[in-house]
Structures are given as structure tokens and as C-alpha cells.
């Protein structure tokens, strides 16, 4: 059963915000490539330098949701199907239909899979990328607006209301292991992990992007 106990969530420790990025609509997917964070906003993928700040690609492609990357390609949810696309042109290598259609909300990359969270639907999904079959899904309660692996750890982004939380999840169960409460206006729109000690969280309508530091106790 996936509850979570009443004892209230200690704030995310934010690092370092970026943007808004001229010109963008929002933040609505975030990935990492191991060099650059990709940021999805709207109408062109942004290839961010996490040191500076500075944007150094962009890529048009219609990219409304959350974005993944494989070790080789990208792959982003727009129009309500995922999309593979290779980086270095754009192009758009594969597309298959995304689960709960214009409802998929975050995407990230593990184990083979791709793993899509379902806004409304409160679920994360684990999709074969080859099919878009869906293999597994772990139910949440609260709408899940972002999804990610780091170490062997799920975890995914909520939203409820006003509060935005990052939790890590049991994920077999979905039981919630761990929260971080985001500040007061810091909504979450996309998350992915650098594989090490910093959660990137996409800022909706902000346009910002938001460092969070990855707890110890969760590493």
C-alpha cells in the first residue's frame, strides 16, 4: 500500500537554480547526458552547461513533457507519444505511443526501460521502448510530475495543490520510503539525477531549473 506517515517532509536543500532561458515557455522535462542537462521547453530542446549555467545547444522538437536519454539518444514525450531522437541531428529515430496519451508526464531511462509517470493517473509506468507495451506500473497518491533511477533508487516528483515533494519509492510497492518537501513556489516538472549527488528538477512556468541535493541517508 503506498501511504506515507505524517510526520512532516524536510525542505530539499536547492544548490543552484538556472534561468528562466529566453525565449522558453517553461520547464517541462529534464534529462543528463553525463556532460550537459537537457532541459524540454515547449518548442526546442536546451543543452544546459550545469557549471555555468550557460545554454550551448538547442534543438527544435516539439517537447512538451518529460525528456530521457539512453547513453545514446534522447528521447522526449510530445503530442502525447515518446520519440526517440538522436542528439547530434534531431531527428526523430522512433515513436511510440506514450501511456495515459497527453497525460504522461515525466520519463526517464533504466534497466532497458523507459519509465513514464502518468500525472492524473498517479502512476509510474515501465514501458518496453521498443513496443511502448507497458510491463509494470507502481501507483502513487499524489500526481507524479517527474520520474528517475539513480543507484537503484526510484524516485519520482509530486504534485498537490500548492506543494511540490520529491520521493524515493519502494519500487515493487510503491511504498514511499523517503520525502523532501520542495520551498514554497519551487513546483517540479520533470526530474532526473546526475547519477550522483544532485536531483534536477524542471520549474514549470518559472522557466527555472533547480539543483537539489540528493540526501545521504538515501544514498
Same mark, same amino acid.
Given at each position: 500500500?503506498?501511504?506515507?506517515?505524517?510526520?512532516?517532509?524536510?525542505?530539499?536543500?536547492?544548490?543552484?537554480?538556472?534561468?528562466?532561458?529566453?525565449?522558453?515557455?517553461?520547464?517541462?522535462?529534464?534529462?543528463?547526458?553525463? #556532460?550537459?542537462?537537457?532541459?524540454?521547453?515547449?518548442?526546442?530542446?536546451?543543452?544546459?552547461?550545469?557549471?555555468?549555467?550557460?545554454?550551448?545547444?538547442?534543438?527544435?522538437?516539439?517537447?512538451?513533457?518529460?525528456?530521457?536519454?539512453?547513453?545514446?539518444?534522447?528521447?522526449?514525450?510530445?503530442?502525447? #507519444?515518446?520519440?526517440?531522437?538522436?542528439?547530434?541531428?534531431?531527428?526523430?529515430?522512433?515513436?511510440?505511443?506514450?501511456?495515459?496519451?497527453?497525460?504522461?508526464?515525466?520519463?526517464?531511462?533504466?534497466?532497458?526501460?523507459?519509465?513514464?509517470?502518468?500525472?492524473?493517473?498517479?502512476?509510474?509506468?515501465?514501458?518496453?521502448?521498443?513496443?511502448?507495451?507497458?510491463?509494470?506500473?507502481?501507483?502513487?497518491?499524489?500526481?507524479?510530475?517527474?520520474?528517475?533511477?539513480?543507484?537503484?533508487?526510484?524516485?519520482?516528483?509530486?504534485?498537490?495543490?500548492?506543494?511540490?515533494?520529491?520521493?524515493?519509492?519502494?519500487?515493487?510497492?510503491?511504498?514511499?520510503?523517503?520525502?523532501?518537501?520542495?520551498?514554497?513556489?519551487?513546483?517540479?516538472?520533470?526530474?532526473?539525477?546526475?547519477?550522483?549527488?544532485?536531483?534536477?528538477?524542471?520549474?514549470?512556468?518559472?522557466?527555472?531549473?533547480?539543483?537539489? #541535493?540528493?540526501?545521504?541517508?538515501? #544514498?
Amino acid at each position: 500500500m503506498n501511504t506515507t506517515t505524517e510526520k512532516p517532509a524536510p525542505t530539499a536543500e536547492v544548490v543552484r537554480e538556472y534561468g528562466p532561458f529566453g525565449g522558453s515557455k517553461g520547464v517541462a522535462g529534464v534529462s543528463y547526458d553525463g #556532460r550537459h542537462v537537457w532541459a524540454a521547453t515547449g518548442e526546442q530542446l536546451l543543452a544546459i552547461e550545469p557549471g555555468t549555467g550557460e545554454v550551448v545547444r538547442t534543438l527544435p522538437h516539439a517537447c512538451d513533457a518529460g525528456t530521457a536519454f539512453d547513453g545514446k539518444h534522447l528521447w522526449q514525450i510530445a503530442g502525447g #507519444r515518446i520519440e526517440k531522437i538522436d542528439p547530434a541531428t534531431g531527428a526523430t529515430l522512433a515513436s511510440i505511443p506514450a501511456p495515459a496519451a497527453d497525460g504522461a508526464s515525466g520519463l526517464t531511462w533504466a534497466e532497458g526501460s523507459l519509465w513514464v509517470g502518468n500525472y492524473r493517473g498517479r502512476q509510474i509506468h515501465q514501458v518496453d521502448p521498443e513496443t511502448g507495451a507497458i510491463q509494470r506500473t507502481i501507483a502513487s497518491n499524489r500526481f507524479v510530475t517527474g520520474v528517475t533511477w539513480v543507484d537503484g533508487e526510484l524516485w519520482h516528483a509530486t504534485r498537490e495543490g500548492d506543494e511540490s515533494e520529491l520521493r524515493r519509492v519502494e519500487p515493487r510497492s510503491g511504498e514511499v520510503l523517503e520525502r523532501l518537501r520542495m520551498p514554497a513556489g519551487a513546483f517540479v516538472s520533470g526530474l532526473e539525477s546526475d547519477g550522483a549527488d544532485l536531483l534536477y528538477c524542471g520549474g514549470g512556468g518559472s522557466g527555472k531549473l533547480r539543483a537539489v #541535493r540528493k540526501p545521504k541517508s538515501a #544514498r
